[in-house]
């Protein structure tokens, strides 16, 4: 459907600097296994004589437990184990939490949101399992709930007593004179925006095999988490035991992930080890897709915006003034950072020196939030683009001169906020006008989607169309260095210096093999990016051999380094960064055991195209011939390539103040055609248009595949998904009937057209591919909303746009 | 399935073709044939992403009809043909279906694959030429969290090209 890159499957020659695979779009090497079924995803791994878990999970969304009885649970025949907080305090520790937080892994004396894990129950299979969860009985003394930011921030009743308040986090940055700005301004243009509780859904949950060895009294627990070598600690330090003690190990394919794995899922793997580590007997638990829904640790940000702009009458934006309220759930978790990671773009796209941004973060009787595609930008770039929409209106000025006159034009570039991240490259007025050129010459033509004619017989139905270009930035392959700042004092980070810096490099290791192959060893999980295929890409060019003599496997948690892994658009840039650094470095290596083997000075041996031949001389080694002499202590080869953002000096005041960088900053400008039916409330996507520009494409079918997919999660976001609760806590969406994902019959034709605007701060030039559609589509949509049904005069100002909130807005200003 | 336990569990035989073999059971009847299928004929190809009949990942065919496996117990398909992914591959030779979704990057983490793979197999074998509308009947039964779909129109024209004159 849509116009995709061309395809290349066949190997093409090699260019001028030796590449031949990278930038073509290789057909993945993920795929085979995958589509006959074979490859092996957690729910899959099945280890001998493996016991499985169910959990007992609170009915309440807020309640003191009075007393979980397992007898009856504990007498059925086929029961071999109940695990309560009991046994937990007794055997085990808290999961580090964040703000000085600890949570058990299962409740302990109160549960915090409806389905919250209270018991484990072990059995021969699930089935079983799950009749005796239902033997255990637990009593509550029903409390009242918390079940929004508002009723939060009353403080009436409180989520963790000993804290006194439910206000977890708060945090004001100030940059300029905002309150001179908002005095001088002709205009002062105030909105107040809404985001519900979304998340990624991946349609793989979350689940973990663990297996206790009392041999060496060590644990290997097979998860799908996202950056399990960075977030071990969720798991090893529950357990009570050294990060070296509890190997986590990740299959070569997660389900689908996009941010929620780095937090859902922990909790399971500590509760099978404690449970394996009881029984001595693998354990495996998986939840299913209700306690996905219902409680997976899963769900995302859900925000309360109050804006202002400071606008001059010829459309000079003079400041930009922006609060939120977060509902963070029951506990703040890891990503935190998504409340301030939107300072790497404060003012998106445009030139906005003066600017305030505030946050205030709340705890409530609901499921804890985890990551999501984006991390907290799409929302920032929702609230920006509706206040520039409404302000638009206000002062009666084309919605879309008054975005192109205050972008950051190319000739700004490298441009740095006032928050210091630094835009590393792109063209951003370009990208608006082909996109606008786009929609006028495919659209707004005789027989398009917008023809005026059709357009008026359409509305004379009742279906209003329109579209709202805008571009959007993705931050990519952040120094996530700032997330400590959650911890620290304000005096902290004033005496924070350069050398306190953690660096969030990215790892790679290679051993060459007795046949002369090469195996390479990611230390990050993967979940559909095809980190496998643009590493074999990669090296192949690097190393000059062929993609059949490459593969790629994945290090454990005990094994990798600690530093991070796939997470804020961090691959393209760092696992590209990575192997060209590594195929160096195996030259190197290579150069030298060749050296030694000749009695020669290594500078007189060159490696090329997968053999070593000593210079003016016959001799010459094939890589299988060469593995002999190559030292198998160890891998063959190890590189870590530290990010852009950390080595370059142009971010070092930023890193000092704890604020967060990305080095490559992606860019997109999009327009989705809509029609609203005012009947329905029902919003349709007729087409979307998308130009986007990610820098140096390591792979067009992969960019391609992130960037339709990122907009698909764009729509969900603003049209269709949405974790709501009721008032007494209890979550409305635990079905699929309920919670809608996106699916072929309400995703567009989407027309994509890419520039390639190489970033100057990366090693190859790439930048981040797998955020962007989300961030702008979620912005856009609305947007694009509004611009529809400007003739009634109706604006919506809280996404998703689901038909019963819009019915309302139409009732309540139209009819 | 039932080896390991003590307790009194009721018990029915089931009778099935799997992907060309005859297979026989005892099983609970409450055991669901996406749970037969993975766990007694280890066809763990068969995906299991809601158990609700909605996201389609464990999408097999029944005497030749898409059938969601998490909706069905083995025991109400006794006597049936069952088709899973595992049955459409030779050896390493892949079924026309699964190469055009590898050619048009139809996949990305594989989670709902399965599912697709099945089910445009049943779609094809309704519309051998099928349009988008088609498409989107027959397949609107799965959802992607990945692709965001283009490139699986893609994937079943190319099929389709492919498959002409039969499979």
């Known amino acids: 459907m849509s116009e995709s890159a061309p395809k290349s499957s066949e190997v093409p020659d090699a260019d001028d600097e030796g590449k031949r695979y990278t930038g073509t779009s290789m057909r993945r090497v993920e795929d085979f296994d995958i ?7 957690i729910h899959d791994i099945d280890l001998p004589g493996c016991l499985h878990a169910a959990l007992v999970r609170a009915p309440h969304a807020h309640a003191a437990i009075e007393e979980v009885d397992t007898s009856a649970a504990e007498s059925h025949p086929d029961c071999e184990l109940v695990l309560t907080a009991a046994d937990i305090e007794e055997h085990y520790q808290q999961t580090p939490g964040r703000l000085g937080f600890k949570e058990w892994a299962l409740a302990h004396d109160r549960v915090r949101f409806a389905g919250e894990p209270v018991a484990m129950v072990v059995a021969a299979d699930r089935y079983v399992a799950e009749d005796v969860a239902d033997l255990v009985d637990v009593s509550y003394d029903v409390l009242d709930p918390v079940t929004d930011v508002y009723a939060a921030s009353d ?21 300029g004179d905002v309150e001179g700005a908002f005095e001088d301004a002709d205009n002062v243009v105030e909105g107040e925006y809404s985001w519900g509780r979304i998340s990624g859904v991946p349609m793989e949950t979350a689940g973990a095999v663990a297996d206790y060895d009392s041999d060496t009294d060590s644990f290997d627990v097979h998860c799908n988490l996202q950056l399990y070598t960075f977030n071990g600690e969720l798991v090893y330090e529950s357990l009570g035991y050294p990060a070296e ?9 997660i389900g689908g992930s996009f941010g929620t794995k780095i937090a859902a899922g922990a909790r399971y793997c500590a509760l099978a080890a404690m449970a394996s580590h009881q029984l001595e007997r693998p354990v495996k638990y998986v ?17 309360e915006y109050s804006v202002r702009l400071a606008v001059d009458d010829d459309g000079t934006i003079r400041g930009y003034d922006v609060s939120f309220m977060d509902d963070l759930g029951a506990f703040p978790r890891y990503p935190l950072p998504q409340a301030v990671k939107p300072l790497s773009v404060l003012s998106t796209s445009y030139h906005i020196d003066t600017v305030r941004y505030e946050y205030e973060l709340y705890l409530t009787n609901k499921v804890p939030q985890t990551a999501y595609r984006g991390f907290g930008v799409q929302q920032h770039t929702f609230a920006l683009e509706m206040t520039l929409e409404k302000a638009a209106r206000e002062l009666g000025v084309d919605p879309t001169e008054l975005r192109r006159q205050n972008l950051v034009r190319p000739d700004e570039m490298p441009y740095e906020l006032p928050s210091k991240n630094i835009y590393d490259s792109g063209d951003y007025p370009a990208a608006l006008a082909r996109i606008e050129e786009l929609v006028d010459e495919r659209e707004r033509c005789e027989g398009g989607l917008l023809d005026p004619d059709v357009v008026e017989a359409k509305r004379e139905e009742g279906k209003y169309r329109g579209t709202r270009p805008a571009v959007t930035l993705e931050p990519s392959a952040g120094v996530i260095d700032y997330a400590s700042r959650f911890e620290m004092s304000d005096d902290e980070i004033e005496a924070n210096t350069r050398e306190d810096v953690a660096s969030f490099p990215e790892h790679l290791a290679a051993d060459l093999r007795p046949d002369g192959t090469v195996t390479v060893h990611l230390a990050t999980s993967s979940a559909g990016q095809g980190h496998q295929t643009v590493v074999i890409q990669l090296m192949a060019d690097g190393l000059g051999i062929s993609p059949a003599d490459i593969d790629v496997d994945y290090l454990n948690s005990a094994e990798a380094p600690k530093d991070f892994g796939a997470a804020a658009s961090r691959m393209g840039i760092m696992l590209s960064g990575a192997s060209v650094g590594l195929a160096d470095e195996l030259a190197t290596v290579f150069e030298g055991a060749a050296a030694t083997h000749w009695g020669c000075d290594p500078a007189d041996v060159t490696y090329a195209d997968g053999a070593v031949t000593r210079d003016g001389g016959g001799d010459s080694l094939s890589l299988a011939d060469l593995a002999e002499f190559v030292d198998d202590d160890g891998h063959t080869a190890t590189y870590g390539y530290e990010n852009p953002a950390f080595d370059l000096p142009e971010f070092d005041d930023a890193l000092v103040d704890k604020l967060p960088t990305y080095p490559g900053t992606a860019y997109c400008a999009d327009a989705p055609i809509v029609e609203v039916d005012v009947n329905t409330g029902h919003v349709d996507i007729l087409r979307y248009y998308s130009l986007h520009d990610c820098g140096t494409v390591l792979n067009p079918d992969i960019v391609q595949g992130q960037v339709e997919g990122a907009i698909a999660h764009g729509i969900g976001g603003a049209l269709l998904e949405e974790f709501a609760y009721d008032d007494s806590g209890q979550p409305l969406a635990v079905t699929m009937f309920d919670y809608l994902l996106p699916s072929i019959t309400n995703v567009p034709e989407m027309v994509v057209e890419h520039r390639e605007t190489p970033s100057p701060f990366t090693v190859t030039g790439a930048k981040g591919a797998g955020e962007g559609g989300t961030i702008s589509a979620s912005a856009v949509i609305p947007t694009s909303i509004n611009a529809a049904l400007e003739p009634l005069g109706v604006t919506v100002d809280t996404v998703p746009v689901t038909p019963d909130r819009l019915r309302a807005k139409l009732r309540d200003e139209v009819e | ?15 099935l073709t799997v992907n060309g073999d005859a297979v026989t059971s005892t099983i609970e009847p409450r055991t669901k044939l996406s749970d037969y299928l993975r766990e007694e004929c280890n066809l763990t190809g068969v995906r299991v992403g809601c158990e609700h009949g909605v996201c389609g990942a464990c999408t097999v065919l029944v005497d030749g009809e898409p059938v969601k496996s998490c909706l069905t117990y083995a025991v109400q398909v006794t006597d049936s043909t069952v088709e899973t992914v595992e049955g459409l591959s030779d050896g390493s030779e892949l079924h026309p279906i699964q190469e055009a979704f590898h050619e048009e990057n139809a996949l990305q983490c594989g989670f709902c694959t399965s599912g697709f793979v099945m089910s445009t197999k049943a779609l094809l074998a309704e519309h051998p030429d099928p349009d988008d509308e088609e498409i989107e009947a027959g397949l609107c039964g799965n959802i992607c969290r990945c692709t965001g779909y283009s490139p699986i129109y893609d994937a079943v024209y190319r099929a389709a090209d492919a498959m002409e004159g039969g499979d």
């Open chain 1, 35 to 41: 589509l006959t079924g074979r490859v092996d995803y």
């Open chain 1, 155 to 175: 403080d009436e009743v409180l989520l963790h007593e000993e804290t006194g308040t439910n206000l977890a986090d708060r945090d004001e940055f100030v940059f």
């Open chain 1, 245 to 253: 003690k509890v190997r986590l190990h990740v299959p070569e394919n």
């Open chain 1, 287 to 303: 939840e299913d897709r209700i306690e996905y829904l219902q409680a997976g640790d899963s769900h995302s940000c859900e925000r």
């Open chain 2, 1 to 15: 399935m039932t080896e390991h336990t003590t307790s009194e569990r009721p018990q029915r035989d089931v009778q």
